[in-house]
C-alpha cells in the first residue's frame, strides 16, 4: 500500500501520471459557484443557529445528575413557563445544561426549584445565569474588525511575498470561498454558532492560507524555474505544480484533521466540552473545505489571471506551435486550460 502511495506520489511528482485540475476549471468553477449559492441561500431561509450568547437567554447547569436526559428539563420548565423554548444540552456523564430565553427573577427561582426537584438533586448542585445579547454583538463586531485586518494584511503580504497582486488576489478569493461554503455548512446542518465555533472559524483561515501559499510557491518555481525557455505552456506548469503538491496537500490535510477530529469527539462525546466541540467542528470543516479550495479555485484561478498577460500568450503560442511542427501535425495541440 504504501509502495503504491509512494510510486502515486512520484508519477504526480514527474508529470507521468496528472489530474487536469487548470484544464477543467470551468467545471469546478461550476461546483463552486452552486456551493456558494446554496450557502449564501440556506442562511437567508433557514437562519443560523446561534448560541445564547449572541440571542441572550437564561442558562442552568446541573451538576452531579444521576440519570442525565433531557426530557426531565423540558418538562420542568414548561412546568414553570409553558411558553419557554428549553434547550438541553448532556454535559458530560452527570450534567446537564438547559438554557431558556430571559426569565424573570422569580421564574429563574422556580426553575431552579423544578430542576433540582426533576433531576433529584440539591439546589445547590445548580448554578443559573444570564448572558446578555449584547456580549455577542461585541464579539462579533470584534472577529468582523479581526477578518478584514488579517484579509488586508494577508492580501498585502502575499502580493509582496509573490511579487503579483494575481497570485493574492486568487488567494482571497479562495479564502472567501472557504468562510462562504464552511457558515453555509453551520446553516444547512444547525451547528450552534458560538464564540468558540467564531474563533474557529477564524482559525482555519490561516490553515487555508498555508495551503495556498505551499501551491503557490511550487507554481511560482515551476512558472520561473526554466523562463522563457520551458516546453510547457502556462497552464500546463500550473497544473503540474498542483499535481506535485497533491499528496502533500493530502497528507498535510489528513495529519491536520486526524487530532481535531479527536478533540471533536472527545469534547462532544465524553468531556461534554461545548467550547472544545465548537472549536474543533469549525476547524475540521475548515480543513476539509481549504483543501478543496486550494487546488479547485485559487490555482485555476490564478493561472485564468495570468493566460491574458501578452509575454505568457507569445509564450504559450511558440510552444503550441513548436509541438505542433515536432508532431507534423497541422493542427495544434490544445493546451491545459484552453
Do not use: C
Not at 444540552?89 to 426553575?111: F, K, N, P
Not at 446553516?187 to 487555508?208: C, D, K, N, Q, R
Not at 475548515?286 to 495570468?306: C, D, E, H, K, N
Amino acid at each position: 500500500m504504501a509502495s503504491r502511495l509512494t510510486t502515486f506520489g512520484n508519477d504526480l511528482y514527474t508529470g507521468k501520471r496528472s489530474f487536469n485540475f487548470v484544464g477543467g476549471r470551468r467545471k469546478w468553477y461550476a461546483i463552486a459557484a452552486v456551493l456558494i449559492i446554496l450557502s449564501v441561500l440556506v442562511p437567508v431561509f433557514r437562519g443560523f443557529n446561534f448560541g445564547i450568547e449572541f440571542r441572550g437567554g437564561s442558562q442552568f447547569l446541573i451538576s452531579n445528575v444521576a440519570e442525565a436526559t433531557q426530557q426531565p428539563a423540558i418538562d420542568a420548565v414548561a412546568s414553570v413557563v409553558p411558553d419557554a423554548v428549553a434547550r438541553v444540552t448532556i454535559v458530560g456523564d452527570d450534567g446537564v445544561r438547559v438554557q431558556t430565553d430571559q426569565l424573570e427573577a422569580a421564574e429563574t427561582r422556580e426553575v431552579t426549584t423544578a430542576l433540582a426537584e426533576a433531576y433529584d438533586v440539591p439546589e445547590s448542585e445548580i448554578t443559573s445565569s444570564f448572558v446578555g445579547a449584547s456580549w455577542g454583538e461585541d464579539v462579533t463586531r470584534q472577529a468582523i474588525i479581526g477578518l478584514i485586518a488579517f484579509l488586508l494584511f494577508a492580501a498585502i503580504f502575499m502580493a509582496l511575498y509573490f511579487r503579483t497582486w494575481k497570485m493574492s488576489a486568487a488567494a482571497i478569493l479562495s479564502l472567501f470561498a472557504d468562510l462562504v461554503v464552511t457558515a453555509g455548512i453551520y446553516a444547512a446542518s444547525g451547528f450552534e454558532v458560538s464564540p468558540a465555533a467564531m474563533i474557529g472559524l477564524l482559525t482555519i483561515l490561516s490553515y487555508s492560507l498555508y495551503d495556498t501559499v505551499v501551491v503557490f510557491d511550487k507554481i511560482r518555481e515551476n512558472t520561473s524555474w526554466e523562463g522563457d525557455e520551458s516546453r510547457r505552456t502556462f497552464p500546463e506548469s500550473v497544473n503540474l505544480a498542483v499535481n506535485q503538491t497533491l499528496v502533500r496537500s493530502i497528507n498535510t490535510s489528513v495529519v491536520a484533521a486526524l487530532p481535531v477530529a479527536a478533540i471533536l469527539f472527545i469534547g462532544a462525546f465524553v468531556l461534554g466540552a461545548d467550547t472544545l466541540r465548537d472549536i474543533s467542528l469549525a476547524l475540521l470543516i475548515g480543513i476539509l473545505v481549504g483543501t478543496w479550495s486550494t487546488v479547485f479555485i485559487a490555482a485555476p484561478m490564478y493561472s485564468q489571471f495570468r493566460e491574458g498577460e501578452p509575454a505568457i500568450k507569445r509564450h504559450d503560442e511558440r510552444v503550441l506551435k513548436e509541438r505542433g511542427q515536432a508532431t507534423g501535425s497541422q493542427e495544434e495541440p490544445a493546451a491545459v486550460g484552453s
